[in-house]
């Protein structure tokens, strides 16, 4: 697990990120379009795991896409993210693409660290996911989502349940008070991974 550090870090607002190797090539871009989006000074740390089905899983589930399964790690990553998360003079904001915006959803039901999640195109199709949704408390004040209105149209029978899930997820949210937002994106999943981050983030930092 490798930490890359772009912006202010001296910011009063720092925002983290799993990402892997395709989202840090497409870091700045992203950081671009925030900064293009918002007036908020800011900082953001990237957390490039190891193993992206893995590191940022929940709990175990069998492979939904080729042959990798999933396994139960993000606990041990959220760990040491909490790790470097530890000034409590600055404002955290969690977020990531896939299935590190999933991770960083779980990551806000179990700590009050984080003031808020930028959810783009999350992996909620994952195995009993809205059901944990259902039985606990999230932790932060607001949580943006987004999906690409074409993810839900493939023949995978998990994934395909994708704009379901990602609607009860919302609807969940609202219910309990969070501020929350759902944003229609075109296209597929793998279209625009930077602005639509950069998207979720922005509203973030533009809502406090």
């Keep these: ?29 992203e950081i671009r379009l925030i900064e293009e989006d918002t007036d908020r000074d800011f900082g953001i740390i990237c957390i ?19 042959n990798e399964s999933f396994g139960e790690g993000a606990l041990l990553t959220l760990e040491k993210i909490l790790q470097i998360c530890d000034d409590k003079t600055k404002t955290y904001y969690i977020g990531g693409y896939s299935l590190a915006g999933l991770f960083s959803i779980w990551a ?8 808020g999640v930028a959810a783009a195109s999350p992996s909620v199709w994952f195995p009993d996911f809205i059901q944990y949704m259902s039985l606990h408390n999230i932790e932060c004040e607001a949580v943006y989502l987004s999906l690409g209105d ?39 999943h793998f279209k625009d991974a930077d602005i639509r981050t950069a998207k979720a983030f922005s509203w973030l930092l533009n809502r406090s």
Excluded at 54 to 62: E, G, I, M, T, Y
Excluded at 154 to 182: F, H, P, Q, W
């Design 1 to 29: 697990m490798e930490i890359y550090r772009f912006g202010n870090m001296s910011a009063p607002v720092i925002l983290i990120q799993p990402v892997d190797g395709h989202d840090l090539s497409a870091i700045e871009n």
């Design 108 to 115: 806000a039901y179990n700590t009050d660290v984080f003031k």
């Design 150 to 188: 074409k993810e839900g149209n493939t023949r995978n029978k998990v994934m395909s349940t994708v704009n379901k899930c990602i609607e009860e997820a919302y609807e969940m949210l609202k219910i309990k008070g969070i501020d929350t937002v759902l944003e229609w994106n075109s296209g597929g």
């Design 48 to 66: 490039k795991v190891d193993s992206w089905n893995n590191d940022l899983s929940p709990w175990k589930a069998p492979a939904v896409f080729r």
